[in-house]
């Protein structure tokens, strides 16, 4: 694998990263820095620093409004993130498969009828 190659993989099998380009994605209107760093929870330098990799990787551009910083994503970091979302709603629904499961296994063991009390000979 190449250098570049790596950076990518590491980049989008992380969980922040994975976010930025999924909220990206979404909507048609451009985004700016600011509202990615509030959507993914993230500082506005940390937000630079992951945009700017990914943006040397060909997923995005900038423009620079003013002092506004507008991110579009490219035709491949499009595709990229629309794959991206993809698996992670694929995994959300895996996972609310097995919780209702684990749920389910916890009910039927407590709706196990109780015992019929012992009875008590009289004197």
Same mark, same amino acid.
């Given at each position: %694998?190449?250098?570049?190659?790596?950076?990518?993989? @590491? @980049?989008?099998?992380?969980?922040?990263? @994975?976010?930025?380009?999924?909220?990206?994605?979404?909507?048609?209107?451009? +985004?700016? !820095?600011?509202? !990615?760093?509030?959507?993914?929870?993230?500082?506005?330098?940390?937000?630079?620093? =992951?945009?700017? %990799?990914?943006?040397?990787?060909?997923?995005?551009?900038?423009?620079?409004?003013?002092? %506004?910083?507008?991110? &579009?994503?490219?035709?491949?970091?499009?595709?990229?993130?629309?794959?991206?979302?993809?698996? =992670?709603? &694929? =995994?959300?629904?895996?996972?609310?498969?097995?919780?209702?499961? +684990?749920?389910? +296994?916890?009910?039927?063991?407590?709706?196990?009828? @109780?015992?019929?009390?012992?009875?008590?000979?009289?004197?």
């Amino acid at each position: %694998m190449d250098r570049e190659e790596n950076r990518l993989k @590491a @980049a989008l099998l992380r969980e922040k990263p @994975a976010e930025m380009l999924v909220f990206l994605g979404k909507g048609t209107e451009p +985004k700016y !820095v600011t509202q !990615v760093s509030k959507a993914t929870d993230c500082t506005y330098s940390h937000v630079i620093k =992951i945009l700017d %990799m990914f943006r040397e990787l060909g997923l995005l551009e900038f423009q620079k409004i003013g002092r %506004m910083k507008i991110v &579009k994503l490219t035709p491949d970091g499009s595709d990229v993130a629309h794959d991206l979302d993809g698996v =992670i709603t &694929k =995994i959300k629904r895996i996972s609310d498969k097995t919780v209702k499961k +684990k749920q389910g +296994k916890k009910g039927e063991k407590e709706k196990k009828p @109780a015992k019929a009390p012992v009875p008590v000979p009289s004197s």
